[in-house]
């Protein structure tokens, strides 16, 4: 019963091996799903900006059926275009 959000296929890649997750659509967001459905995981990759994040996920709440009780994370990197990796 987890829901993730990415804004990147880059990051959504680690998680797809890592849940062992299938494509599961691509429209109007590539949309993976577990294989085994009694893990009931499902990703979605929505783009940048927080307006695609609310798309996504209101899509994604349609397709995985809605209701209550799951655990949804919104996953990604953060970055800086002037600072070094996980310096200040």
């Not at 829901?3 to 494509?23: I, N």
Request: proline share 5%.
């Amino acid at each position: 019963m987890l829901r993730l959000v990415v804004a990147l296929q880059a990051e959504a890649r680690p998680l797809v091996d890592r849940f062992r997750l299938a494509p599961a659509g691509s429209e109007p967001f590539p949309v993976y799903r577990s294989e085994d459905q009694s893990e009931d995981v499902w990703l979605i990759v929505s783009g940048h900006g927080k307006a695609a994040a609310a798309a996504a996920t209101a899509s994604l709440h349609l397709l995985s059926g809605g209701g209550y009780g799951r655990v949804w994370l919104n996953v990604g990197l953060g970055g800086h275009s002037r600072r070094r990796l996980g310096g200040g």
